[in-house]
């Protein structure tokens, strides 16, 4: 396997750009949280760079925990269905809940999640997410906390994976195409 970078045709999102982002939203969140007690929920795996780097630029204590959901697989389009690999470990009701998502694509992992903690009983559910898809939006969500949207392209990077691989990349990128028709 070769290394990353000898893998990416170019990148798109800088890691520089993705921490001003990360900071502007993350000052927002502190403003309308304060006093507040959140808990940030994130959707692993995707979701995990985009939380430590958000949560680290909050100015508030935080509570977190996680929810393991999949729609895509190991392929580059969703499979249109959610699947829970491992739920949250705490009661989320009357909780004032920011899931963290790290792309909204189609909209229906967060669509299907939001529904899901109000129906649990959350006091409240918003939605901070780094990247969007407008292009490929099939349902409608709310994303309040919004960071870059991108053309439909299939990224990775800064925990987007492609076959699982290539999260650990520190910016958001593009692979050569060689890349998936070696899959
Ligand atoms: C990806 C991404 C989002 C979701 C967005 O997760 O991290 O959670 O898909 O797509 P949607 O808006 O069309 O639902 P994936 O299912 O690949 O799981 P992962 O986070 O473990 O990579
Ligand atoms: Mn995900
Ligand atoms: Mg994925």
Redesign the pocket.
């Known amino acids: 396997i070769a290394d990353v970078q000898d893998q990416i045709d170019h990148e798109l999102i800088s890691k520089a750009q993705i921490d001003s982002k990360i900071a502007e939203l993350a000052a927002q969140v502190s403003e309308d949280y304060r006093g507040r007690d959140l808990l940030l929920v994130a959707?692993?795996?995707?979701?995990v760079n985009t939380l430590v780097a958000f949560s680290q630029a909050l100015s508030i204590p935080v509570q977190m925990d996680f929810m393991?959901?999949?729609?895509?697989?190991d392929g580059t389009v969703?499979s249109g269905t959610?699947t829970v690999?491992q739920d949250l470990s705490v009661d989320v009701r009357g909780r004032h809940i920011l899931i963290v998502?790290?792309?909204?694509?189609?909209?229906?992992?967060?669509a299907w999640l939001v529904d899901e903690l109000k129906r649990r009983g959350a006091a409240s559910v918003e939605v901070m997410a780094l990247l969007q898809k407008p292009s490929?939006?099939?349902?409608d969500v709310d994303v309040k906390y919004s960071g870059y949207e991108i053309p439909d392209e299939f990224v990775v990077g800064f925990?987007?994976?492609y076959a699982?691989r290539y999260?650990n990349l520190d910016s958001i990128a593009v692979l050569k195409p060689a890349v998936y028709q070696g899959a």
């Not at 998502?101 to 967060?110: A, K």
């Open positions: 959707v692993l795996k995707g979701a393991s959901l999949s729609s895509y697989g969703s959610v690999r998502e790290d792309i909204v694509d189609s909209g229906r992992t967060l490929r939006r099939e349902v925990g987007l994976d699982e999260r």
